[in-house]
């Protein structure tokens, strides 16, 4: 992932957040932690890359 700079953050809009957690229970923990502070669009399923 790049560096953010100011121009990335210059005016409001769609903010993408990567989550990566030990098992699916956990990352759909921490979505319903940002759900109850944010109005976001939940993921119904995780994945995975190969060999990690």
Known sequence: MGEITDAHVAEPG???V???AADDETAFTIQELLAAQ???APADRTTREPGS
């Open 38 to 40: 944010r109005a976001i």
């Open 14 to 16: 769609l903010a993408v």
């Open 18 to 20: 990567e989550v990566t």
